[in-house]
């Protein structure tokens, strides 16, 4: 079946330091893995997305790459700051639907 | 653009009773798609909907429903309310296969 498995949930680091969140799907047919940042109370906002005919992207100081053949994709934050403080999804999108499979979610909290 | 907006925010009921809650798309946006939201089974999808049609459909039971209208605004209904219905429910709109943006959401709570 269809299916997001993310690692870690929670994810401390220090100000500065990198973060890394890595999700595994199952179903082949996905190719689109969006990335959401969840603050409290407020609605997930997109981050970063890859398709799946793209091995890496990067915005800034967020990156996200793709390994098709082993179905991973990762999540890199560098030089961490106290406001990337959040909740992070990985999701999965099935070609010619706009259903969206979600992880579990990472809680990341970066201290000063 | 407007960004995609829901109503209400957020909503009391009882058990047994029923719910519908409504969700405005970004303007040209024909895809809705609906997620529940709570702390212990995260993002779950609900269904998808593009020019009224639903196209997908998660695993929920028949007690939730849904409906797209010709402004591309859509309705979820939940009938027979339960305890665990309580959750935040999530609409996001998009052009199809595309990025999806979020709604900020029905809290709802069951009582």
């Known amino acids: 079946g269809e299916n997001v498995e993310q690692h870690p949930s929670t994810l401390s680091v220090q100000e500065g330091d990198s973060a890394v969140i890595k999700c595994t799907y199952s179903d082949s047919a996905s190719n689109y893995f969006p990335w959401y940042k969840q603050e409290l109370g407020k609605r997930p906002q997109l981050i970063i997305d890859?398709?799946?005919?793209?091995g890496e992207k990067k915005d800034q100081r967020i990156a996200v790459t793709l390994n098709k053949t082993a179905k991973h994709f990762s999540l890199h934050i560098t030089e961490t700051q106290p406001e990337d403080s959040a909740v992070y999804f990985c999701a999965a999108l099935k070609a010619d639907t706009d259903k969206l499979i979600f992880g579990t979610g990472t809680r990341l909290q970066v201290f000063p | 653009k407007a960004g995609v907006t829901q109503t209400p925010r957020y909503l009391i009921k009882t058990r047994g009773q029923q719910v519908t809650l409504s969700c405005s798309p970004i303007s040209g946006h024909r895809s809705v798609s609906w997620y529940q939201q709570t702390p212990g089974q995260g993002l779950q999808f609900l269904f998808e909907?593009?020019?009224?049609?639903?196209?997908n459909k998660g695993n929920f039971p028949g007690r939730f429903s849904g409906r797209q209208f010709s402004n591309s605004r859509s309705e979820m209904n939940v009938s027979t309310l339960e305890l665990g219905d309580s959750a935040l429910y999530l609409c996001?709109?998009?052009?199809?296969?595309?990025?999806?943006?979020f709604g900020p959401g029905t809290r709802l709570t069951v009582t």
């Open positions: 890859i398709r799946s005919n793209v």
């Open positions: 909907y593009f020019s009224e049609t639903q196209r």
């Open positions: 996001a709109s998009s052009t199809p296969a595309s990025e999806q943006y």
